[in-house]
């Protein structure tokens, strides 16, 4: 599976971005979709989980912020972002589980979202 993420950018704090992520190769296999994230010079984190029965699950940090979507028949995974914070600065990345066997996790190269206060 490749995964192609787009839509980050430069915003204003307050502000809004909707991540987009493309997803192609063998796709008819995957389960769960998500987003982490990856501030300088901290740990990456998983900010929002979407699973195939559509229960959604986000960290604490983005909870009642973000909201996370799938379209399954165009292989596109979202992720809207509203009221940003300089702290949501950072690279984020989708990722998507095949469960298998065997499991396996993919993701793409992120892209990168600056918020400015």
């Known amino acids: 599976v490749q995964l192609q993420a787009s839509g980050g950018g430069l915003v204003q704090a307050g502000g809004s971005l909707r991540l987009s992520c493309a997803a192609s190769g063998s796709t008819a296999n995957i389960s769960a979709v998500g987003w982490t994230r990856q501030a300088p010079g901290k740990q990456r984190e998983l900010v929002a989980v979407?699973?195939?029965?559509?229960?959604?699950n986000y960290s604490g940090s983005v909870k009642g912020q973000f909201t996370i979507s799938r379209d399954s028949a165009v292989n596109m995974v979202y992720l809207q972002m509203n009221n940003l914070k300089s702290e949501d600065t950072g690279i984020y990345y989708c990722?998507?589980?095949?469960?298998?066997?065997?499991?396996?996790?993919?993701w793409g190269q992120g892209t990168l979202v600056t918020v400015s206060s």
């Open positions: 990722e998507v589980v095949s469960p298998g066997p065997p499991r396996e996790v993919y």
């Open positions: 979407l699973t195939t029965g559509g229960a959604s």
